[in-house]
């Protein structure tokens, strides 16, 4: 069974500084991976994803995440991150068996001016 | 115009009390899902229909019982409101069961007292 493992509750980082979200997964088969971000009292969003193809991924709002198959991890990062990107952060896995989409706990990313 | 949309967005009742949270999508998708986000933030599957059809189905207790009355519509109805229950339950939807992209609606939070 698939399961996604984030290290990092919260990430406290000043504006304008780089930042890298953790991810990582456990698989037996090929996955599909995905970030969603969650601003408050909102949905989630895809910011987005690995189906297959080139390991690094580009996104909304400036991200974009690598692929490593041997280091099972799928991290998300921004170069220079604003106070309006502070929000959840949710990696996520497919399940291509059963058509689930598998969550890890979250990453708080508080951008602080 | 919002693509998922759910009501009520809030929802207080007390234990024991029987209630529905709807939801609606307006972009032709023909999968649909509810998620139940606990108070960690951590992210569940509950329950997705394809075409009516239900095709994803939890271990959650059977009182929470999930209706599909066309393809953009979901409603969840909770017998017997326990404590446990208060969560934020997110209803979703994607273009096919594969749910590579899947688009949440803006969540319905519950608390039982």
């Known amino acids: 069974a698939q399961s996604v ?28 991976l995905f970030w969603y971000v ?10 987005l994803k690995y189906l297959s193809g080139s390991t690094l991924v580009k996104g909304i709002n ?3 995440a690598e692929f490593n198959k041997s280091q099972t991890s799928f991290h998300l990062r921004k170069p220079s991150v ?11 896995v497919s399940d291509p ?14 951008v602080r001016p | 115009d919002t693509a998922v949309s759910q009501t009520p967005k809030y929802l207080v009742t007390q234990m024991g009390n029987d209630k529905s949270i709807k939801c609606e999508q ?29 095709i994803i189905n939890e271990t959650v207790p059977n009182r929470f019982s999930p209706k599909s009355p066309d393809k953009a519509h979901l409603n969840l109805h909770i017998n017997s409101l326990e404590l446990g229950d208060s969560a934020v339950y997110f209803c979703a939807s994607s273009q096919d069961a594969q749910g590579y992209e899947q688009y949440f609606g803006p969540g319905t939070r519950l608390t039982v007292t």
């Open chain 1, 97 to 110: 068996s059963s058509y689930k989409l598998i969550f890890g706990s979250g990453t708080r990313l508080l």
């Open chain 2, 26 to 54: 307006n972009l032709g998708h023909d999968t649909m899902y509810w998620y139940k986000q606990d108070s960690k933030k951590f992210l569940k599957i509950m329950f997705s229909y394809n075409n009516k059809e239900l």
């Open chain 1, 62 to 64: 400036g991200f974009e």
């Open chain 1, 82 to 92: 604003h106070i309006s990107d502070t929000a959840e952060y949710f990696c996520a």
């Open chain 1, 38 to 47: 969650q601003y408050p009292n909102q949905g989630l969003q895809l910011l």
């Open chain 1, 5 to 32: 493992t984030q290290l990092d509750s919260q990430v406290p980082v000043f504006e304008e500084a780089p930042v890298e979200l953790r991810c990582n997964y456990s698989s037996s088969v090929s996955v599909y």
